[in-house]
T-cell receptor, first 110, second 112 residues
Framework: RKEVEQDPGPFNVPEGATVAFNCTYS??????FFWYRQDCRKEPKLLMS???SGNEDGRFTAQLNRASQYISLLIRDSKLSDSATYLC???????????FGGGTRLMVKP | DGGITQSPKYLFRKEGQNVTLSCEQN?????MYWYRQDPGQGLRLIYY???????QKGDIAEGYSVSREKKESFPLTVTSAQKNPTAFYLC???????????FGPGTRLTVL
């Protein structure tokens, strides 16, 4: 079983739609979680950190459920520019190591 | 401009040759990391370094080597022992006290 699992997609949604991605992690000792965005053939860029209380940044909302060991990302009012691969990331408790999921590909269509 | 630079952006090498990928950062970060990404897959950790003159193996270190002689620089050598070297290589850096890692633009290595 992979340490961080994501549905690879692609998720094809129309502009303006709301879309949600889930990610599960297997290491219950994981301390921090993040969503990164990666455009085609580019480096990942930090989208947002995920806090236990949930956090929101504009159209993006991230949630953490420690009991069920999953993280979610909600994107409201999707834009064409949101088309990318979204990487779910968990950090363990040694050496600041990050474990990456395989990514979920989002395609927003006009 | 502060940031992480990697060079070259594209690299082609013949099978059996060693090749060194450059990674430089001017963010004053203590920690630096090398990842490999294969098509449709997540990033896998090759090596990391928390301080100068010290580095640790990641999950897939076989066939790779690194050095950390300066805080700003963390070059990765892909040796001929690496069986499938063609991949997208990403360097990252971060402070020791925070969680966030920032990535360079990557080097796409193709072995012919």
């Amino acid at each position: 079983r992979k340490e961080v699992e994501q549905d690879p997609g692609p998720f094809n949604v129309p502009e303006g739609a709301t879309v949600a991605f889930n990610c599960t992690y297997s290491n219950s000792a994981s301390q921090s979680f993040f969503w990164y965005r990666q455009d085609c053939r580019k480096e990942p860029k930090l989208l947002m950190s995920v806090y236990s209380s949930g956090n929101e940044d504009g159209r993006f909302t991230a949630q953490l459920n420690r009991a069920s060991q999953y993280i979610s990302l909600l994107i409201r009012d999707s834009k064409l520019s949101d088309s990318a691969t979204y990487l779910c990331v968990a950090r363990g408790n040694a050496g600041n190591m990050l474990t990456f999921g395989g990514g979920t590909r989002l395609m927003v269509k006009p | 401009d502060g940031g992480i630079t990697q060079s070259p952006k594209y690299l082609f090498r013949k099978e059996g040759q060693n090749v060194t990928l450059s990674c430089e950062q001017n963010l004053n970060h203590d920690a630096m990391y090398w990842y490999r990404q294969d098509p449709g897959q997540g990033l896998r950790l090759i090596y990391y370094s928390q301080i100068v003159n010290d580095f640790q193996k990641g999950d897939i270190a076989e066939g790779y080597s690194v050095s950390r002689e300066k805080k700003e620089s963390f070059p990765l050598t892909v040796t001929s022992a690496q069986k499938n070297p063609t991949a997208f290589y990403l360097c990252a850096s971060g402070t020791r006290l925070t969680d966030t890692q920032y990535f360079g633009p990557g080097t796409r290595l193709t072995v012919l």
